[in-house]
């Protein structure tokens, strides 16, 4: 509906998979792609000039699934650290994403999009480092004398 404005809670998990590229020559960049199935609880609330008021529809399900397909890249500051940007397209089964389905087109379901930079460190055993860094160390080729 034009003029309308809306808010949504949106409440997902569920199971993705990752594929990661493995780079022969940068062993610190991180790629990915990843796709599954998550379940959805929607609350949304619509503004039609006056205040927000739950969603006006009587057959509004809150409960629904999204399919995300998603994007990574990133690198590996060192064994512990890794910072990535990661992008998803989220297909949804539900059209009241926007509180509305009947006056606006109630043939096509919604979809969104997130976008997120992920800062992780990896907890565990320190004394061993990973492969990353054992390659790092025997590419210098010292001498020992």
């Known amino acids: 509906m034009r003029g309308a404005v809306y808010e949504s ?3 997902d998990g569920g199971i993705n998979l990752k594929y990661h590229f493995k ?3 940068k062993q610190d960049l991180i790629t990915y792609i990843y796709s599954g199935i998550n379940y ?5 609330n619509v503004d039609f000039g006056n205040a927000f008021i739950p969603t006006p529809e009587k057959n509004y ?3 629904s699934y999204n399919i995300p ?3 990574g890249i990133g690198f590996k500051i060192n064994y512990l650290i890794n910072i990535v940007l990661e992008t998803a397209f989220y297909y949804t089964n539900n059209d009241y994403l926007d509180g509305i389905s009947l ?3 109630k043939n096509s ?3 969104y999009w997130n976008s997120h930079i992920i800062l992780a460190y990896k907890f565990g055993r320190l004394i061993q480092k990973s492969n990353f ?3 790092k160390s025997k590419s210098l080729n010292c001498p020992k004398f």
């Open 9 to 11: 809670k949106i409440i």
């Open 23 to 25: 780079s022969k020559k």
């Open 40 to 44: 959805m609880n929607l609350s949304s």
């Open 61 to 63: 399900n809150p409960n």
């Open 69 to 71: 397909l998603g994007i």
């Open 103 to 105: 006056n606006a087109n």
């Open 109 to 111: 379901n919604d979809y």
């Open 133 to 135: 860094e054992q390659n």
